[in-house]
């Protein structure tokens, strides 16, 4: 059974994340690949979907950003515990897909709202909480007009300037972390709209969100636009994103096969590879990890690189869902049939 996610954090030698497809919180050793079952958010049944997106260390404990789950949840690694922190009820809140991002800044973490307009600010050693949603009030209507988020899991932080792209028009929020003042800067033609962005102490670089180019940017004007040359019959969003490593910048694919290599120092010269990630990111100085849409994770960890499969027994995983269930008074679902995520075999074991 593959147990696919879309964002971990790593401390000492271990990976961190919590599953994609079940509320299971989990551990991967980096030398060995094993995996461990470490617990379930409270929220929800152990078949919950997507509670958590974006995970942020502090010390001891890891937040997680609510994607799909009504509240942010900590865990304390060391006593093994859960809290969760309520979010109060905004209007425009469509109560979906919430939260794609979080950004720990100066001991406070800010949770970058997708469909929640606004942006929550955490201080977690005094457990207040802050609400900005002035950022939000011109986006309600655009992203009501493309069904679309407003912003995905990128960010730029330079000193105390968060940029982000936005999802439903040409602009990047440039956000000040410090004072909360922002401004939305265009950047292209009015019809582009961007699926992350990235910066590699040079350029910014965007990634179109359905159709359009590729965007250099040197925070003022746009420098140079390459055609994203991809496969994209169902016009779905191709890109997960942007990666700059030291020679080159990626564009991960979600949808299409086609994965996008930028070369900078070679007249920005591009190949394609046909692969396809659910996230491709850097953690911290030594660690980038990416998923592959298959199952394999590479980790990048120094000056190593380990790959293993995000694969777990149906034996373990179904003893585990079988116990938590019959814990919380949890009965299977009265038709249960064979998906990408729920294995005939894992079914067996569950009962």
Known sequence: MRLFFEDCVRIDRKLYYICQDYNVFCSMDIDSGEI??????????????????????????????????????????????????????????????????????????????????????LDPETEEIEYITEPYKNRIELSKETS???????????????????????????FDMDSFAYSYIRVGEDELKFSGIGWD?????????KDGPFIIWDGKKVVRKITA???????????GGVMCLEDKVIFPATFSKNTVVLYPKDNFKTERTDKQYLF??????????????????????AGKIYSHRTEI???????????????????LAEIEHETSSSTLGLFLNMI
């Open 201 to 209: 102490s040079g350029y910014f670089y965007l990634s179109p969100r």
């Open 36 to 121: 461990n079952i470490i617990d379930s958010i409270p929220e929800g049944n152990v078949r919950s979907w997507r509670l958590g997106a974006k995970i942020v260390q502090w010390r001891d404990k890891l937040f997680f950003a609510p994607m799909c789950a009504d509240k942010i949840w900590r865990y304390d690694l060391n006593r093994k515990e859960w809290k969760g922190y309520e979010r109060k009820p905004l209007d425009n809140w469509t109560e979906s897909k919430d939260m794609f991002q979080a950004v720990l800044y100066k001991e406070k973490i800010f949770f970058i709202g997708s469909f929640y307009p606004a942006i929550i600010v």
């Open 313 to 331: 027994s149906d034996r373990i995983l179904g003893s585990y869902m079988k116990e938590k269930m019959q814990y919380k008074g949890e009965k």
């Open 229 to 239: 040359d991809v496969d994209n019959e169902k016009r779905l969003a191709v890109f």
């Open 148 to 174: 679309d988020c407003w912003f995905r899991t990128d960010y730029v932080l330079k000193e105390n300037l968060l940029y982000m792209a936005s999802c439903v028009d040409n602009t990047v929020l440039c």
């Open 280 to 301: 491709y990111k850097r953690l911290d100085d030594e660690t980038i990890v990416s998923l592959e849409k298959e199952g394999t994770v590479e980790i990048t960890y």
